[in-house]
């Protein structure tokens, strides 16, 4: 186990250290882990439940007095919502790309630490009791970003001044990025106490390590010493 490989998980481990308390929670025990995630997707459940009646009333609407909108929505405030569409459309693409971007740099964090515990601590007889169970958080709180992103991209590209109710399809993608950021957030502290688990264990092969050299050490110093 290489000096340079606990370096890197210490500064990941500092990483997350810096983000607001807000962001990571105030506790990261399994059983506030598993209902925080529990709690996330029930929460991303009803946000499909809101995201559908939206959708619903939207439709509703088109059909019942679609062209007596039409028909109020004058030049004037046409060319209003063309002006606003612009900034709406490149707004969508960067919050897009960017919860994209940061599903990636949690899943690279994931994939490293992993392979270091099954390469390193894995062979050496360490091993974590509750492995499992994080691995499956991890991949519990990923699938729930990759559901929002997708629910976020298809409300992000269906907004159309001229179309049915783009009030409404803009009020679902605003609720869409609403529930993506609080999916990455989840995602990101189930890497934590990953990351965190792994590192308490590489500190403490370490530890021993260093025990054991101690020990050869001083055996062969008491050897050395006898005539």
């Known amino acids: 186990m290489g000096k340079t490989t606990i370096i890197f998980l210490v500064l990941v481990v500092f990483v997350f250290a810096i983000i607001p308390s807000s962001v990571l929670g105030a506790s990261t025990s399994n059983t506030s882990a598993n209902t925080a995630l529990q709690n996330l997707q029930d929460r991303i459940e009803q946000h499909k439940e809101k995201r559908e009646e939206l959708m619903m009333k939207a439709k509703e609407r088109a059909s019942v007095s679609a062209q007596r909108r039409l028909a109020k929505l004058n030049q004037t405030r046409l060319r209003v919502c063309e002006a606003r569409k612009n900034g709406i459309t490149q707004r969508a693409t960067f919050m897009l790309t960017h919860g994209g971007k940061i599903n990636t740099g949690h899943m690279k964090i994931q994939e490293r630490v992993n392979e270091y515990y099954n390469n390193h601590l894995v062979p050496e007889g360490y091993v974590l009791p ?46 869409d990025m609403k529930e993506l950021i609080a999916a990455n957030k989840a995602y990101r502290q189930s890497v934590h106490n990953f990351v965190k688990a792994v590192l308490e264990l590489a500190r403490q092969a370490k530890a021993d390590q260093s025990g054991d050299q101690g020990e050869d050490d001083q055996t062969t110093t008491d050897e050395g010493g006898v005539q």
């Open 130 to 175: 509750n492995y499992q169970e994080l691995i499956d958080d991890m991949a519990a709180a990923k699938a729930n970003v990759l559901t929002v992103l997708d629910l976020a991209k298809e409300s992000g590209a269906n907004f159309d001044c001229s179309g049915d109710d783009p009030k409404g399809k803009l009020d679902a993608f605003k609720e």
